[in-house]
């Protein structure tokens, strides 16, 4: 694929490390790339800018839409390096399928990726903890409001500089367990990465932040009675002996994190079950002191410690609120990986040279 690069003539100021946060600021430039029905057409880098769309876009109106999040890291050597991206492009392709959008070739993906970072390389920060946050987006732009399948799409990636997820530590967050709303549902989108997912999620979250707690624990959609996710992170318990995270059934994300997790603590020889864990075995091992530890995984917190969990009106304190040892073991290993500070034995990185 060949990609016509426009430079911005005014790059802009780089904000300081400490003010980066998450999303707020982007990089000089952007991709993007049509399809016109049939093909994909125009590969092209250019200034970072507002886009022009028909107000009849299918993305609009219905939820014609799927992305990815994944990071670049800058290791201790000023090099740069992407982690399993061809996930990320197996996976847009997968969530592309659920909604019909159109197919994007893992090549051009990966290649879109790397090119956008290449050339935005400066905006990759190198204090601790600090990433360039890519965003890779789908989305049908048909212009008419007829209810059909997505005939025009583009594909689009944008990059943020972002900061340390963790400024005072890994600290354990509350989480409530979500009784009345669901997010997704067997036979529906919870599998996929797509815009509409995280609409039918933002009550739930909101009422979770009114109530003081940081997110909330999804159950399943059918029977109300099985862990899903921990707001929009995988969640993984350890009871006992036994690493638990709820089985891929259709309604959770296939996470690249909780699977990387997963392919870690194999290797290093725990016991784990990718399983349907119900309230009630939860709600028993929290009674029993049976439940260690508990921690949701995604790409941006990479892990995140549970320290309080709220079942009804019941309240359990997990590891006496305090991050555990294989909540720890996760976290150093994966940022070790991913920041380039350890040996990469699973070769999930991927390097990106600069232009
Ligand atoms: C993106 C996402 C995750 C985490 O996936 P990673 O690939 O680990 O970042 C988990 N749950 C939901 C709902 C998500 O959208």
Not at 85 to 103: G, M
Not at 175 to 181: A, L, N, S, V
Not at 189 to 205: E, I, P, V, W
Not at 269 to 292: D, F, H, I, P
């Amino acid at each position: 694929m060949e990609i016509k690069i426009t430079k911005t003539t005014a790059p802009k100021e780089k904000p300081k490390a400490t003010e980066l946060g998450f999303g707020k600021y982007f990089t000089d430039h952007m991709f993007l790339m049509d399809y016109d029905g049939e093909k994909w057409e125009d590969a092209r880098i250019v200034p970072f800018g507002n886009l022009s769309l028909h107000p009849a876009s299918t993305v609009f109106h219905y939820g014609a839409e799927v992305f990815e999040g994944m990071k670049a890291y800058r290791t201790p050597e000023g090099r740069i390096q992407l982690f399993r991206p061809e996930e990320n492009a197996r996976r847009l392709n997968s969530s592309a399928e659920r909604i019909c959008l159109p197919q994007v070739p893992e090549e051009a993906f990966l290649q879109a990726v790397d090119a956008l970072v290449a050339l935005d390389a400066d905006w990759v920060p190198s204090e601790p903890g600090t990433s360039l946050y890519i965003r890779p987006f789908l989305f049908g732009n048909d212009p008419f409001l007829g209810v059909h399948t997505v005939q025009k799409a583009v594909f689009m990636v944008i990059c943020s500089p972002v900061g340390n997820y963790y400024k005072e530590g890994l600290a354990p967050v509350s989480i409530m367990i979500e009784e009345e709303d669901v997010r997704a549902v067997r036979g529906g989108t919870g599998y996929t990465k797509c815009g509409g997912n995280y609409g039918a999620s933002f009550r739930a979250g909101k009422k979770a932040e009114e109530k003081g707690y940081s997110q909330v624990l999804w159950l399943d959609g059918v029977e109300r009675r099985y862990i899903e996710e921990v707001g929009s992170m995988n969640v993984m318990f350890r009871i006992g002996d036994e690493i638990v995270t709820p089985a891929l059934t259709g309604s959770i994300l296939p996470g690249i994190t909780r699977k990387s997790c997963v392919e870690l603590l194999k290797s290093r020889g725990y016991q784990v079950s990718e399983r349907l864990l119900s309230l009630e075995e939860l709600t028993n091992a929290c009674r029993t002191g049976e439940l260690k530890e508990a921690w949701g995984t995604g790409t941006a917190a990479v892990v995140s410690p549970i320290g309080h969990l709220v079942i009804e009106d019941e309240s359990f304190t997990i590891n006496g609120n305090e991050i555990g040892s294989v909540t720890q073991e996760l976290y150093d290993t994966l940022t070790g990986i991913q920041w380039g500070r350890l040996e990469d034995t699973f070769g999930w990185t991927h390097p990106v040279t600069a232009e």
